[in-house]
């Protein structure tokens, strides 16, 4: 949809008028006032109209995705966008350049001469075009547009649901398999006699049969109550039209149903309503609903609970199941494997209901691509039902599948469904949700990665005091409660750690994007001849293909790049293409390349924002990277760097900085890695909010360190004794770091790091490394006098701890994770009851003199993960094991003696219990 493309160019022109921006232009511009005062009233003009414009396609139809004059003139309408969005990078180059960098940058010899830089009067009259541009393309499509279709309109706008309704209506009673469980319980619900069972919630993702379950629900059960209405809300409604469709329903071939219903009022609906109601047991379903506003606000005070009524909410937004209590919220899944073959068997083989045997292979593939959607088996199986039942046939629907699904009239149904789901999407979420689709299927999504992603390229909105990352993770969770995405994996804390895209989801998600010209994704099936030719494009994602520069020059208007391939053998060629060709390039993550060399003209990227080199071969970074002046992410974590350029600290928006080098990927030594040096100017980075990791080598990073007041994820290293006090004074003043690593110079340094205690108030993980002084009193100080516990996870690694440790840290009553590497020297560790309630996973390491391990019935009862390495001095079960298994998930035993397995297999406190082990080499 192309309102994703013209909300960025506005946000985007927004922020070029702003008053900060505005006042250094007309300072910087001052002999030039009325060119500025021209360009500036340009620009505004632009972005009222594309404003207009934007809103006017949040209203179309998805129906209208199929008219070929509209999308040719959607198709201009982004042309003219993308050329409005490069003079705007333009301009604010232009004014940032003196300001950020200096005239006599330009003169060091060290540094090559910039690209040529487009003068003011090129940028005014290059958006003085586009305003005319854009007022003729406003006059084609009222000339043109519109009056297609003999004078009816050729776009549909979306003015009720029943629009909505027709559309999406595809599963019938007989599609339904597997779900006689989730029927019988809708019964149950709707006969439970407790008023508290009222509001009833069935939610999942388009196409899993929500609404027929309902409907065939809802047909059984409603002769048992006085009166029943079905409504279908979907996001388009009007409480209005709810209140006057409730009281047609309700009325339905009634003689004394009101005359008047089409004239009345807001207040005269709600009245007539809730006196119908008030004495009657009622059903009441309200299909498709998009927000929980249409309960808490449109209906409050009409539906009220009485005599046994009962209403039912169909959703594929989970957060609206939050308006009852869990157990009357109903979350349909998808099908399981048998139930998958056997509704497509049923659907593809009409008569025996059996697959022919020549046919299985295929024919399990073809479902095994529709991941239990009933929707998608359905369709396919209707589809293959009228085809030749030969392997020649079958083949060609399963290689061209991705084109069944988007140009089959037959599988409409799937289309409009999920298309339904993308168009009420907030627009910002359009965006994010696109992005997705351009990565390989059942690509593993990390929230962290995509959210950095994500603001880069300027999908973020600003949202009060939230921070972009924030608010970047609040969007994520509302695609997965939307079931857009799907959750993989949550951490320890419970914040989503991993999602990915339903694969029927990601191919049509991928035709929207060729559409949209959002973005172009190549893969080994791509030929060579299709992929050189030019296309439209801001964004390329290549992965399982040789990267070939030719393929990249191919794609017009590009703005970002993303590498998948690790192996390519051209990679070399790729910096140098770029930084020559492309020079709007905003995102650039080519993470495990065999790069070894960045190019001084990097610094001609001025538009960079995102810059990832992990795992690359390059030895050095060019001075000219502090031309990189709206750098947000620098990654260079595990490449060959050990030094940054004096100049970094001019990157002023620069908020994570990933740096370090890892000597050991398995963590268990005590300098398992080494962060960069940042010799001068630390404190003018103060957006940071990442720094891993921050080398010490004197005392004078430490007096600059208290400036990153907008830090939240710390690694330092190199910490010696002298260091600590200054160190702590530093870290105090960060009031919303939340992940802190410290890691001591070496093995017999000691931390004293009881300057901590109180920790920060917003600290959620910490992380030692070296021999601890006191740890009582750091570890077991839970929180500031009137103030919160936050901490969730505590590893000490080489603390070579003589008292045990788990008296003081059991006071931290929210830990999610606890892990030891050799922190404990003595011989015994006791869990007593009622300790670390809330605790997922504990790893227990390299601790050679510890023997016994006593867990104590009561604690520990939601542990999911427990893993004992090489503890060597262990010679018989942990006592108590038994406990925690009724919430175990995870058992491990790593390098572990022959003797000692032979204990564990012997132990019938084991018994039923799933663990894996290693031997000790």
Known sequence: MAETVLLLAIKKIGIALANEVTSKAISQFAKHAVQLSELQGSMGRIMRELRVMHDFLCQMDIRSRNNQVYQGW????????????????????????????????????????????????????????TEKNLAHLSQTKERWVLITNNGNSSYNIVHGPQDLASISCSLSEEDLVGIEDNKQKLIDLLEDGDPACFLIVVHGMGGLGKTSLASAVYRKEREKFDCYAWVSISQTYTREDILRRLIVEIFRDKPNAPSNI?????????????????????????????????????????????????????????????????????????????????????????????????????????????????????????????????????????????????????????????????????????????????????????????????????????????????????????????????????NTFDRIKSFRMHDIVRELAVDLCRRECFGTAYNDEDKQGESTEKKDGRRMVIHGLTVDPAIILSVCHLRSLIVLDKSTPSSSRILPVIVENIRYMSVLELTGLPIDKVPDAIGDLFNLRHFGLRDSKVKYLPDSIEKLSNLLTLDIFDSEIQGLPSGIVKLKKLRHLFAQKL??????????????????????????????????????????LKELKQMRSLRISGVTKSFCEGLCQSLHQMKFLSHLDIIASGEDEVLELNGLSPLPPNLERLGLRGRLAQADMLLGAATTPGGQNNLCSVQLHWSQLEEDPLPSLSRWSLLTQLRFTRAYVGEKLVFQPGWFPHLKELYLGDMPNLNLLDIHQGTMTSLQELLLVNLSGMVQVPRGIEFVVPTLKSLFFWEITRAFRAELRNCPRLDGIRWRYNLKS
């Open 663 to 704: 000597n050991d990927s398995n963590w268990r030594t005590l300098l398992s890695c080494n962060g960069v040096r940042i010799l001068k100017g630390l404190k003018e980075l103060t957006e940071l909010q990442t720094l891993q990791a921050l080398e010490l080598h004197d005392d004078g990073p430490l007096r600059h």
């Open 74 to 129: 959607l198709e201009e309408v982004r042309k003219m966008v993308y050329v409005m969005e490069d003079m705007v990078d333009e301009y604010m180059y232009l004014v940032g350049r003196e300001r950020d960098l200096g005239f006599r940058f330009f003169l060091k010899r060290s540094f090559r001469q910039p690209r040529s830089i487009l003068p003011l009067d090129r940028i005014a009259s290059m958006v003085k075009e």
């Open 262 to 490: 089409a004239t009345m009022d807001k207040t005269a609906l709600q009245d007539t309503l809730k006196s119908s109601l008030e004495q009657k047991k009622y059903l009441i379903v309200l299909d498709d609903v998009w927000t929980p506003q249409v309960y808490n606000n449109d209906l409050f005070g009409v539906l009220v609970p009485n005599l046994r009524s009962k209403i039912v909410i169909t959703t594929r937004n989970a957060n609206v199941g939050h308006l009852t209590v869990p157990e009357r919220c109903l979350e349909l899944k998808r099908l399981s494997e048998r139930n998958s073959w056997e509704l497509f068997c049923r659907k593809a083989f009409l008569n025996q209901h059996e697959c022919p045997k020549e046919l299985k292979d295929l024919s399990e593939k073809i479902v095994f691509k529709c991941e239990g959607l009933p929707l998608a088996i359905v369709s396919l199986g209707r589809l293959l039902s009228v085809r030749g039942k030969t392997r020649v046939e079958w083949s060609r629907v399963l290689d061209q599948l991705s084109w069944e699904l988007i140009n089959n009239i037959e599988m409409g149904h799937v289309r409009n469904i999920l298309h339904l789901s993308y168009m009420y999407l907030p627009t910002s979420l359009k965006s994010c949700f696109l992005y997705c689709s351009l990565f390989p299927e059942d690509y593993l999504f990390k929230r962290k990665e995509f959210i950095r992603y994500w603001i880069a390229e300027g999908f973020v909105e600003n949202r009060g005091r939230s921070t972009p990352e924030e608010v970047a993770e609040g969007y994520i969770k509302e695609l997965v409660y939307m079931n857009m995405l799907q959750l993989v994996e949550r």
